[in-house]
């Protein structure tokens, strides 16, 4: 499903990247794995048309992204990839349901049918009692299930997750993980996963394994 060959990436005289030959497969769960500095984050970042990289090509099925004008590419990012953070980056002055909408919103929806797919989404999440909560009004792990829920919107192909568990407590950590895999087995959703845990990494159908800026 995604494809990247020959990935390069420098920031000044600093090689991040040094040629990534990457394939992932739709439905697969991988995590990305390597000490501080490997460059997981830049190559997550570049996967999911966030950043380009200096050479090479990201393709998804037979969508050359890197031939994409800007707009073309907003539009394809909205439409076929999903995000989760470490720090979950929700817009504070929204509720958890508008929050969610937001994708689907940009994504020109009917704001009745953004709200629809939202609550579809919280409800399956286990959020139909929060969703009119803020995110100052919920707990860490509420809010990373809103966040997995606003990356999952718009029905995208992929969900790209860089430390999604990092500021969580043990037993949120273990439903966050859990979840992941419940989302793929329900809706064959494919996941890439920048993470330091091992426990999660274990878990992964996968394993990519970076050491300065090249897969091991």
């Known amino acids: 499903m995604i494809s990247c060959k020959n990935i390069?990436?420098?920031?000044?005289?600093?090689?991040?990247l040094k040629g990534i030959d990457l394939t992932i497969e739709k439905g697969e769960v991988v995590s990305?794995?390597?000490?501080s500095g490997a460059g997981k984050t830049t190559l997550l970042q570049i996967l999911g048309t966030l950043d380009k990289p200096d050479s090479g090509t990201v393709s998804y099925d037979d969508v050359n992204v890197n031939q994409l004008k800007e707009k073309e590419l907003a539009a394809f990012r909205n439409k076929n990839i999903g995000f989760v953070f470490q720090f979950h980056q929700l817009l504070p002055e929204f509720t958890a349901l508008e929050n969610v909408m937001i994708p689907a919103l940009i994504g020109h929806a009917r704001s009745s049918?953004?709200?629809?797919?939202?609550?579809?989404?919280?409800?399956f999440l286990g959020l139909s009692d929060r969703i009119s909560h803020k995110p100052s009004e919920l707990s860490g792990g509420e809010k990373q299930r809103v966040a997995?829920?606003?990356a999952?919107?718009?029905?995208?192909?992929v969900i790209f997750a860089d430390e999604p568990s990092g500021s969580l407590d043990t037993k949120?950590?273990?439903?966050?993980?859990?979840?992941?895999?419940?989302?793929?087995?329900?809706?064959?959703?494919?996941?890439?996963?920048?993470?330091?845990?091992?426990?999660?990494?274990?878990?992964?159908?996968?394993?990519?394994?970076?050491v300065d800026g090249k897969i091991k």
């Open 32 to 35: 990305i794995v390597g000490p």
């Open 113 to 123: 049918e953004a709200e629809k797919k939202a609550k579809e989404i919280l409800n």
């Open 148 to 150: 997995v829920a606003r």
């Open 8 to 16: 390069t990436k420098s920031f000044g005289t600093l090689n991040v």
């Open 172 to 210: 949120n950590k273990a439903e966050l993980h859990q979840l992941f895999f419940d989302l793929r087995d329900q809706f064959n959703q494919t996941f890439v996963i920048v993470t330091h845990d091992e426990a999660l990494a274990q878990l992964t159908d996968r394993t990519i394994s970076m």
């Open 152 to 157: 999952l919107v718009n029905q995208p192909e």
